[in-house]
């Protein structure tokens, strides 16, 4: 791994995997995937749990994947010993239905500043073709 943007470099995909123990990430069975200079990417299933009642994927499913991987890279961008990080604002612009299988979703940081980071958040289909695009701001939060 090139390390371009990120501070802790000594993080890696089986740490961030076993980190998103007892959440929201791992019941809807995201998985990160990799970790690129300046990108991360993760996968989650289109099956019953990430449905609307139609059977599609649910709005909310890709929300929750972009939010996921979107705070997770901002935590791995600042100095966690003094540092905390939380989302304050996501959109999403859902652009193709998807019944089955896998999203990928890769996050790339628009801005990294001081007290907020801004990620762009694609989600792609097993054919590359986009489902969603969103935008995530994180507040950078000193700790007490």
């Known amino acids: 791994m090139t390390n371009v943007i990120w501070k802790n470099s ?60 979107g705070s997770v890279a901002s935590w791995l961008s600042i100095d966690r ?8 604002e996501i959109n999403c612009n859902h652009l193709r239905a998807k019944q089955s299988g896998v999203v990928t ?7 990294l500043g001081a007290t907020t980071h801004v990620w762009d958040i694609k989600i792609r289909d097993e054919k590359e073709k986009l489902v969603c695009v969103s ?9 007490k």
Request: include cysteine.
């Open 10 to 69: 000594t993080t890696d995909l089986k740490t961030l995997n076993e980190h998103s123990k007892n959440t929201m990430a791992r019941h809807l069975d995201i998985e990160f995937t990799e970790i690129g200079g300046n990108y991360l990417k993760a996968t989650m299933p289109v099956c019953p749990k990430t449905h609307q009642p139609h059977g599609l994927l649910h709005g909310g499913a890709s929300a929750a994947l972009a939010e996921t991987i």
């Open 81 to 88: 010993t003094k540092q905390m990080c939380v989302g304050i």
């Open 105 to 111: 979703a890769t996050a790339e940081p628009l801005h």
């Open 135 to 143: 935008r995530l701001t994180v507040a950078i939060l000193k700790k």
